[in-house]
Every structure is written in structure tokens, then in C-alpha cells.
């Protein structure tokens, strides 16, 4: 969730390049209507192993390497339809498409191109619901190519943190697995590269849509192939969830978007922290430390005036010295966004708040800024267009989605 809010925006109008890969003429005229929450898509190949592909091929009446040939196209040659399969005979193809089969890949509604390179992609699903994914290249000194895929975990966000555009914008729904999954493919087509590294941090809290995360975890590590060191899951703390979460043993890296050294002020920024104190949070994710041996990383928004003080690194200093080793704190200089009452902070001041932390020993480092003329912000590419939603398919219904019944 914190990349995206961070990665800076300014209206679609700015954008450096802007280019509509998938843009019906119908787009800007109704309301988009979401389809039912508890709504599952079982009939979809996109999120499915090598295995579960080759028992359904023998389910179907094809030998077992048939299922092998759907996992190559699907995660290899990244083929969108089912017709498209020519490796298949065309009577296994006939017989997916009957028994409801699909691939279960979207278009792509809008993309922009920031001038350092970054690209957000804005895809429309099946049920003509919006969620963004941004993809981050970065070249180091020695040539060596880092491609990072900032994926969202749900249509919007329930929790609404104060700073963050994707709230503003409204919840629908969680994602499914391969809604998630299809987000890096989508970026590894875009920049014709290898996707490296998997940040979930876009839209949406990923620990109250802990099922889909995990199995689209499982399928971009295993299928896609994209090492488990090299994915990180974010949250801004969902009670019991980060002790489920160490139950699997990823080694994968866990980032808590802390954004306060206290619990009276991290609850005027977060909301949602009046029902997870942050001694409890801390408990947590000295446990998951204890559990996986992972290093625990604290997200931390400077807004300026607000959290920014050398106080405020000084007693944030004391508060993770006092739950133990295992922690880097990752600072990320607000960009504000449209509504927005907050201000990103001084140079300066982001300086002294890395020295205090420094001075304290703990290890930090300050996100760079990528994307800030690609309407990068979390959630902020979405809201401009769903000022002029989507056309809506004619057998969706409304639904609303209390977020105390979501089961992890």
C-alpha cells in the first residue's frame, strides 16, 4: 500500500506520455457497477500450477503434458485467450472454452509513462472495476536492470488512512489470485523485461485479502518464478493477520506502514489503528521475526509538521530498540495528492530526521521518489477516471462489503 501512495502524482493531463492500449467508447458516460463481493471465479487458468494444469488436462481427456503446454503459454508466452492456444488441438481448446473455461487476463484501460521510466497501468477487470499497478525501473551504477511491480491487493481500500488517495476513491471488493498475478504480467509486457520484484503495495490492506495473497504468492514465486526474497508484503496492521502471516514461513520481507512513533498520533493518521494498538503490533512483528528470521521493515511517511520532528525520530528510535533487533525503517517523503491536507517536508528536515535515527543506531534509508508525473499516487490514476466511471455489464448488481466480515 505505501509505494503507491508515494510514488507521487499530478493530474493525468501532466503526464509526460500518456497512451489508452485498451479504451472503449463507451468508457466515459455511466456508473460503474461492481458484481458481488463473495463472488469466486474458479474457471480461471491464470493462478493455477503445473500440477493442478496436468490433472485438469487428464480431467478432460488429454494426456498430462497438455497441462505442462497451457503452463508454458500461460506464464511464458503470456497468451491472453483460449483460442489463441495453437500448440493445442483445437477440440481441447473447444472443450475449455465450453466448460467455462478462460484464461482470466484483463485489459489494459490506461497507461502512463513518468519521463524516469516508470509506468502505471490502470486495468479494467471483468467486472468493469479499475485497480492500478505501477512498474519501477531502476538501473544501478554497475548496468545492473531491477524491474519492480507495485501490485494492488484490493479494488480500492477500506481502511482509509488519512494520506492516501486509493480511500478517498471508495472499497469494492478483493482482488482474486489471478487478478493479482496478472498485474506483474502485465508490466513484464510492458517494458519487455522480466519483472525482478514483487512489492504489494498498491491498492489495498493485502492482509485482509491474506487467502489470495498467499496463493498469488505462491504462483508468482513458483510459476512466474520470481524468488521469495524478492517480494514484500505491506500492511498497515490487521489484528491476528501478521501471526498468520509467519505461520507460512515465507521469506518473503514484511512491511508494517507504521507512520508514527506513538499510538495517539499514529490513530489521527491511521484510522484504523484504534483497533490494533501499536504495543500489540510491535508484539507481532517481534514474534514474526522469531518465526521466520526475516527482517521486519517499518514504513514511515514524513508529512510535514505532523511526524516530522527530530522528537518524533528520537522516541520512534526508542520504540523499536525496545521490541529488539530485526527492524529498518524505511522514510518516505510525502507527495501530496489532490484533497490532501498534508505536505511533503523539507529536505532538511528529512535530513535530520535520518541523523537522529542514525545517532540511535537504527538502520534507515529514504525511499526515492519515482513516477511523480505519472499520476503515481496510490489510488489517484483510479479516481480521475472513476469521475467519469466505466460502462457497466448489464448482469452486475451493486453490492457493499462490510469490511468486519472479510475472512482472512
Not at 21 to 50: I, K, N, W
Not at 143 to 160: D, E, H, I, K
Not at 332 to 348: A, L, M, Q, T, V
Amino acid at each position: 500500500m505505501a509505494l503507491l501512495q508515494h510514488l507521487c502524482s499530478a493530474p493525468l493531463t501532466r503526464a509526460i506520455r500518456s497512451r489508452s492500449l485498451t479504451f472503449s467508447s463507451r468508457a466515459m458516460s455511466t456508473t460503474l457497477t461492481p458484481t458481488r463481493v463473495g463472488h469466486v471465479d474458479s474457471q480461471v487458468l491464470l493462478g493455477m500450477s503445473e500440477q493442478e494444469l496436468q490433472q485438469l488436462a487428464l480431467d478432460l481427456g488429454q494426456q498430462s503434458f497438455r497441462g505442462k503446454q497451457l503452463h508454458h503459454l500461460i506464464y511464458k508466452r503470456k497468451v491472453k485467450e483460449i483460442q489463441d492456444f495453437s500448440q493445442l488441438p483445437q477440440a481441447f481448446r473447444n472443450e475449455l472454452q465450453e466448460g467455462g473455461w478462460r484464461v482470466g487476463r484483463s485489459s489494459i484501460h490506461q497507461s502512463v509513462t513518468a519521463a524516469d521510466g516508470t509506468v502505471k497501468l490502470l486495468i479494467k477487470l471483468a467486472d468493469n472495476r479499475l485497480i492500478e499497478t505501477v512498474g519501477i525501473p531502476v538501473e544501478d551504477n554497475k548496468g545492473s536492470f531491477r524491474l519492480t511491480a507495485c501490485v494492488s491487493s484490493q479494488v480500492g481500500c477500506p481502511l482509509r488512512c488519512s494520506f492516501c488517495a486509493t480511500g478517498k476513491g471508495g472499497y469494492s471488493r478483493n482482488l482474486q489470485r489471478h487478478e493479482i498475478v496478472e498485474q506483474v504480467l502485465a508490466i513484464e509486457e510492458v517494458f519487455k523485461q522480466r519483472v525482478t520484484n514483487v512489492v504489494f503495495m498498491g491498492m489495498g490492506e493485502p492482509m485482509l485479502n491474506l487467502k489470495s495473497v498467499i496463493e498469488a504468492h505462491r504462483c508468482l514465486n513458483k510459476d512466474v518464478q520470481i524468488g521469495q526474497r524478492m517480494i514484500t508484503i505491506s500492511t498497515v496492521g490487521v489484528p491476528n493477520t501478521i501471526k498468520k502471516l509467519a505461520s507460512y514461513k515465507l521469506q518473503s520481507t514484511l512491511a508494517i506502514s507504521l507512520h508514527a512513533p506513538n499510538q495517539k498520533l499514529r490513530e489521527t493518521i491511521v484510522p484504523s489503528a484504534k483497533s490494533y494498538p501499536l504495543d500489540a503490533i510491535m508484539k507481532d512483528c517481534k514474534d514474526y521475526f522469531l518465526e521466520t528470521s526475516r527482517r521486519v521493515s517499518f514504513e514511515y511517511t514524513l508529512l510535514a509538521g505532523v511526524n516530522d520532528a527530530v522528537e518524533h525520530a528520537k522516541e520512534l528510535a526508542e520504540l523499536i530498540h525496545e521490541w529488539g533487533p530485526g527492524y529498518h525503517v524505511n522514510l518516505i517523503p510525502f507527495n501530496p495528492i489532490e484533497g490532501s491536507e498534508y505536505r511533503r517536508p523539507y529536505k532538511k528536515a528529512v535530513q535530520a530526521f535520518v541523523a537522529a535515527l542514525e545517532s540511535h543506531k537504527v538502520t534507515v534509508s529514504v525511499r526515492q521518489t519515482r513516477g511523480l508525473d505519472a499520476s503515481a499516487a496510490c489510488g489517484q490514476l483510479r479516481n480521475e477516471f472513476q469521475r467519469s466511471p466505466l460502462q457497466p455489464d448489464s448482469n452486475n448488481t451493486q453490492a457493499q462489503l462490510d469490511v468486519a466480515a472479510i475472512a482472512c
